[in-house]
């Protein structure tokens, strides 16, 4: 019989968002759960936006990540798997994560099987049914060609442009109505009805673990506010607070 592997679920942190001292308190916070999971975790999905924003040039990254990228490497050297999917504020990457860190990056969403349990997992964004305007920017934002000659601004001022697009972005998806319903349940339905047992998203920031049919739909909310984690094990899902 095999035994139940352990796996791990962050979204929406941000780094970058803030102050630096706000900033550097919640990478500490992220830090400190790392290294806490290093023997517990069989494999970690970081659900988008692990940034405010990331733009990674073909020889330059962005600096203040250090003790991140160090955590998330001993991570990986361990033989923990990290898995990271690119939301809507940090999709700019190039070999970094893989070359570097040896993370897995995903630009879209994917399908796993976890201890004999079918998930969905995406970040989230782009999948509100009725979210026209996102679509579209999103099209352009992720298009190669568009990045290509984005990248050919000095860093200095292409991090900036970022950061101010970053906070717009934000702002567009806090104050968009999208009705009554909330949008990216009714999203995780439609693969709960194609036979997954767990929909994993982001993006709203909004903490869930909702029932539907014979799966669940979860959205790991956001560090913003109160730094959480999904954990997966013996078949059963939870979202923990991490202080």
């Known amino acids: 019989m095999l035994m ?51 733009f990674e040039y073909k020889r330059v990254y962005q600096k203040g990540y250090f003790r991140t990228f160090t955590a998330l490497q001993d991570l990986t050297r361990k033989g923990v798997k990290v898995h990271y999917f690119i939301g809507n504020h940090d999709f700019l990457h190039r070999d970094f994560f893989p070359v570097e860190l040896g993370i897995t990056l995903y630009e879209s969403g994917d399908f796993f099987t976890l201890n004999n349990k079918k998930f969905f997992i995406d970040h989230g964004d782009g999948m509100i049914a009725n979210d026209y305007g996102y ?47 909330n949008s990216l349940f009714e999203a995780a339905q439609k693969y709960i009805d194609r036979g997954c047992d767990y929909v994993i998203f982001g993006h709203s920031h909004k903490q869930d673990l909702l029932p539907y049919n014979k799966g669940f739909y979860v959205n790991l909310g956001s560090w913003l506010d109160k730094p959480c984690f999904g954990v997966f094990k013996d078949n059963d899902f939870s979202i923990v607070d991490w202080k």
Do not use: C
């Open 135 to 181: 679509k579209i920017l999103k099209a352009v934002l992720r298009n190669k060609a568009a990045q290509w000659m984005y990248s050919k601004i000095h860093p200095d001022l292409g991090i900036r442009i970022a950061s101010g697009s970053s906070k717009s972005s934000r702002k567009y998806t806090t104050q968009k109505d999208y009705g009554e319903q």
């Open 4 to 54: 139940s592997k352990t796996y791990y679920f962050i979204s929406d942190i941000h780094l970058g968002l803030e102050t630096k001292e706000i900033e550097d308190a919640k990478e500490a916070k992220l830090v400190s759960f790392l290294y806490s999971i290093m023997d517990k975790a069989d494999e970690l999905f970081i659900v988008g936006d692990l940034f405010d924003f990331w």
